[in-house]
DNA sequence: CCCCTGACTAGAA
DNA sequence: TTTCTAGCCAGGG
């Protein structure tokens, strides 16, 4: 596990329901600003075990594989969807 | 070690 | 607005 991972996959875990940070963010606050690029690789390889929804790309637009499931866990966190886009 | 790819970004053209 | 480029980190061939 390279310290990247256990920072970034920290800092996703610590989101609360309604939080929603962009996956520049995640590297940032994990030490390593510019790895975003880093950050979905994580994710992608990644199990369950952590709130991956509540990442979105630059400007609130969701970047996942499967925008609809992600849209829809994010309503349930109470967080509208419009277009693709978190706003 | 080199090269390419990717759930990325910001800035330049 | 759209397209490119350069930078960043991890992974795979």
Redo the contacts with the bound molecule.
Sequence with gaps: M????DAALEVIARLKPGDVV???EV?AEAG???????????????GADIP??R?????G?L???DPAR?ARLLAEDGIVVIDKRVH
């Design positions: 390279t310290d990247f991972e962009t996956y520049g590297a390593f600003p510019g790895a975003a690029r880093a950050v979905g690789s994580l994710l992608r390889k990644t991956w929804w990442v979105v790309g630059a400007g637009y970047r996942s594989p992600q």
